[in-house]
C-alpha cells in the first residue's frame, strides 16, 4: 500500500518557478517509477515527467528544458522543478508511482493533487 502527498502549488507569476513535492508513504520508495501528471481543466490528464530506480528521466515536449523532476531517495521524496512558467502550465498535478515489480495502470497509487495557476 503506498500513499502519495503532494505540496508545491500555488499562485506564480509567467516566467516564474514553483517546486512540487511529493512524499511517498511505503515500502521501497527506490523501486517505483515516480511520475508527474497534470490535467487543466477540460483536458484529459497528460504525463508531465517520470523518473526510473535508476535515475533515468523523461518528459513531455512542451516541458523540456524548463522542468526537472528529481529525487531524494532518503526522504521517499520526488521533486517537480518548474522554471519559466507559462499559462498553459496551469494545471491540477498529481504524484503517481507504479511499481517496477508487476506495476500497471490499475494498480498505480496516486496523490490528491496540487494546483498550479500561472497567471500575471
Known amino acids: 500500500q503506498v500513499e502519495l502527498a503532494e505540496s508545491g502549488g500555488g499562485l506564480a507569476q509567467p516566467g516564474g518557478s514553483l517546486r512540487l513535492s511529493c512524499g511517498f508513504l511505503?515500502?521501497?520508495?527506490?523501486?517505483?517509477?515516480m511520475g508527474w501528471y497534470r490535467q487543466a481543466p477540460g483536458k484529459e490528464r497528460e504525463l508531465v515527467a517520470l523518473?526510473?530506480?535508476?535515475?533515468?528521466?523523461t518528459y513531455v515536449d512542451s516541458v523540456k528544458g524548463r522542468f526537472t523532476i528529481s529525487r531524494d531517495i532518503p526522504k521517499n521524496t520526488v521533486y517537480l522543478q518548474m522554471n519559466s512558467l507559462k499559462p498553459e502550465d496551469t494545471a491540477v498535478y498529481y504524484c503517481?508511482?507504479?511499481?517496477?515489480?508487476?506495476?500497471?495502470?490499475?494498480?498505480?497509487?496516486w496523490g490528491q493533487g496540487t494546483q498550479v495557476t500561472v497567471s500575471s
Open positions: 511505503g515500502n521501497m520508495f527506490s523501486m517505483h517509477i
Open positions: 523518473i526510473n530506480p535508476g535515475g533515468g528521466t
Open positions: 503517481n508511482a507504479r511499481s517496477v515489480f508487476g506495476g500497471s495502470p490499475s494498480s498505480d497509487s
